[in-house]
Structure formats: structure tokens, C-alpha cells
């Protein structure tokens, strides 16, 4: 049951599941104050912060981009909003990082101490991964591969419009959630099910070319920090090593309608149904 209207500051709003919270959380009926949108905004400039934080009941927190330690200007930011009113806070972290994790994980731990309604998203990895701007889309795209340290592992993709819904009403239902969520989607594909999944719906090859650990690092660290791309590196080893080969009921459970799955993600993004179940 959602609550009264009230103020929702949403950050990455112009981002992948920003964008969808934003627009989520207006259609329940609540005023959506859109950082980048509604009010300039910049993690790494805090005399933005407080004129974003005025007025805001209830914040949607999207961890500063290729940071390795998030923490350092996330912790701040969390104290001043507690300080401006904020009561309940929604942070999205990564079903591969866990409270006192690496990173955002860092801020999951420390979460509770500061708000008495909270909740923090744990989502795999993102469908749009493939069909969207990322490196493995732009891959897809321009060489029909995808490049992976992941080997055989296996992953449940999840959609970015079912996290957008479990954040939805993580924000805005009577009561929060108070304790972490890990979602994901309906079933555990390796990067080569992947591969044979776009195939079929786009009618062209797509492989999967699996690197090493240091293939993938060296080659993330052309376009980004090299500790970042140590880390997420170190993700995909994690993930061939069965980390993320698991599935969860949090979207049914949450929001009363079960995951996409990524044959019908594709579908629906490419408009080419491929004819099989």
C-alpha cells in the first residue's frame, strides 16, 4: 500500500533505472525531485547537495559512477540529508556486493545506523547490459561478441523496469523495507546462453569470446580507472565461479508480477518475437 504523497529526490535520474524510478514514482502520486532534471546535482561538488536535499522526504541513491570508494563522498551526503529531513533512503548496490563489501557496500553497512526506513536494491546484472550502451551492447553491435572473464558461470539477469519496480515501492509503500534485496530474473544463463538468445531473436551470429581475468582487466582499463576495472573484473571471476547462479522471488513478492525474462527483454527491445518459448 503506497503512503501519503511525498518527495522523492531520485539521483541518476537521467540514468537506466533512475530514469524508470522517476517515472514510476510519480505515477503513485508522489513529487519527484529529479537530480540533473529538477536541480543541479554533482557527487563530487557538495555545495550542490544541500539545495538538491531541501524538501525531500525520501531519496533514490545511485553510487557516483567508476568509483572505487564510493563511501568517501556518499557517507557525507547520507548525514546532511538525515540532518535535512531525509527519512528513508533506497540505495542501489550489486547483488555481487554484499554489506562491508567493497565499494557501495561500504555505504550498505552503514545504511541502518542512519535512517530508520531504508532499503538497499541488490540487483544482478542488468538485461540492458546487452541491448543498451554498454560495453557488451556496443560489442554485440559492432562485432556480434560478447567479452567476458565469466567463463561458464551462470548469472540472472535482470531487467532494469523490474529493479525500477522494486524501488518503486521500496520508496513509496507505507512501510520500507528495512533490510536488503537481492533481485534477479527468472532464470540463470551463462554469457554463451546469452549469445545463442540474441542469435535467435536478431537472426545473426553472436559468440561469446571468454578472456582471462587480466585480459579483461587490461582491457576495462583503457576507458576507465584501473582499480575499478580491477574490480569489476574480479566480478566476472566471481560469477565463474558460480557467485551469481542463483534466482529470487523479490520481484513476484514485491510487486505481485513475476520477472522478465531476457528472451522476451530482447523481443520487446529488437520488436522481432523469435518464435520460441
Same mark, same amino acid.
Given at each position: 500500500?503506497?503512503?501519503?504523497?511525498?518527495?522523492?529526490?531520485?539521483?541518476?535520474?537521467?540514468?537506466?533505472?533512475g530514469?524508470?524510478?522517476?517515472?514510476?514514482v510519480?505515477?503513485?502520486?508522489?513529487?519527484?525531485?529529479?537530480?540533473?532534471?529538477?536541480?543541479?546535482?554533482?557527487?563530487?561538488?557538495?555545495s550542490?547537495? #544541500?539545495?538538491?536535499?531541501?524538501?525531500?522526504?525520501?531519496?533514490?541513491?545511485?553510487?557516483?559512477?567508476?568509483?572505487?570508494? $564510493?563511501?568517501?563522498i556518499?557517507?557525507?551526503?547520507?548525514?546532511r540529508?538525515?540532518?535535512?529531513?531525509?527519512?528513508?533512503a533506497?540505495?542501489l548496490?550489486?547483488s555481487?556486493?554484499?554489506a562491508?563489501?567493497?565499494? @557501495?557496500?561500504?555505504?550498505?553497512?552503514?545504511?541502518?545506523?542512519?535512517?530508520? +526506513?531504508?532499503?538497499?536494491?541488490?540487483?544482478?546484472?542488468?538485461?540492458?547490459?546487452?541491448?543498451?550502451d554498454?560495453?557488451?551492447?556496443?560489442?554485440?553491435? %559492432? #562485432?556480434?561478441?560478447?567479452?567476458?572473464?565469466?567463463?561458464?558461470?551462470? @548469472?540472472?539477469f535482470?531487467? /532494469?523496469?523490474?529493479? /525500477?519496480?522494486?524501488?518503486?515501492h521500496?520508496?513509496?509503500?507505507?512501510?520500507?523495507?528495512?533490510?536488503?534485496?537481492?533481485i534477479?530474473? !527468472? +532464470?540463470?544463463?551463462?554469457?554463451?546462453?546469452?549469445?545463442?538468445?540474441l542469435?535467435? @531473436?536478431?537472426?545473426?551470429?553472436?559468440?561469446?569470446?571468454?578472456?582471462?581475468?587480466?585480459?579483461?582487466?587490461?582491457?576495462?582499463?583503457?576507458?576507465?580507472? !584501473?582499480?575499478?576495472?580491477?574490480m569489476l573484473?574480479?566480478?566476472?571471476?566471481?560469477?565463474? %565461479?558460480?557467485? %551469481?547462479d542463483?534466482?529470487?522471488?523479490?520481484?513476484?513478492r514485491?510487486?505481485?508480477? $513475476? !520477472?522478465?525474462?531476457?528472451?522476451?527483454?530482447? +523481443?520487446?527491445?529488437?520488436?522481432?518475437?523469435?518464435?520460441?518459448?
Amino acid at each position: 500500500m503506497t503512503m501519503p504523497p511525498v518527495t522523492v529526490l531520485v539521483l541518476g535520474a537521467t540514468g537506466t533505472t533512475g530514469s524508470r524510478v522517476a517515472r514510476g514514482v510519480a505515477a503513485r502520486g508522489h513529487r519527484v525531485k529529479a537530480a540533473r532534471l529538477d536541480v543541479r546535482f554533482d557527487w563530487f561538488d557538495r555545495s550542490t547537495h #544541500e539545495q538538491a536535499l531541501t524538501g525531500a522526504d525520501h531519496v533514490y541513491l545511485v553510487p557516483p559512477l567508476a568509483s572505487a570508494t $564510493p563511501a568517501d563522498i556518499m557517507l557525507p551526503f547520507l548525514e546532511r540529508a538525515r540532518a535535512c529531513g531525509v527519512r528513508r533512503a533506497v540505495l542501489l548496490s550489486s547483488s555481487a556486493i554484499p554489506a562491508g563489501g567493497p565499494a @557501495v557496500g561500504q555505504v550498505h553497512q552503514a545504511l541502518p545506523a542512519l535512517f530508520d +526506513e531504508w532499503a538497499v536494491l541488490r540487483p544482478s546484472w542488468f538485461m540492458q547490459n546487452f541491448t543498451g550502451d554498454h560495453l557488451h551492447a556496443r560489442s554485440i553491435r %559492432e #562485432e556480434g561478441t560478447i567479452r567476458t572473464a565469466a567463463g561458464a558461470g551462470r @548469472v540472472a539477469f535482470v531487467d /532494469a523496469d523490474d529493479i /525500477a519496480a522494486v524501488a518503486t515501492h521500496a520508496l513509496t509503500d507505507v512501510h520500507a523495507p528495512n533490510t536488503d534485496l537481492v533481485i534477479t530474473g !527468472p +532464470e540463470a544463463l551463462s554469457h554463451t546462453d546469452v549469445a545463442t538468445i540474441l542469435g535467435e @531473436v536478431t537472426d545473426r551470429t553472436v559468440t561469446h569470446r571468454q578472456l582471462t581475468y587480466e585480459q579483461l582487466r587490461d582491457q576495462l582499463a583503457r576507458s576507465m580507472p !584501473p582499480e575499478f576495472a580491477a574490480m569489476l573484473a574480479g566480478m566476472d571471476r566471481s560469477i565463474a %565461479e558460480g557467485a %551469481e547462479d542463483r534466482t529470487t522471488d523479490t520481484v513476484l513478492r514485491v510487486t505481485g508480477r $513475476p !520477472p522478465r525474462s531476457f528472451r522476451t527483454h530482447v +523481443e520487446q527491445v529488437t520488436g522481432r518475437p523469435s518464435g520460441r518459448v
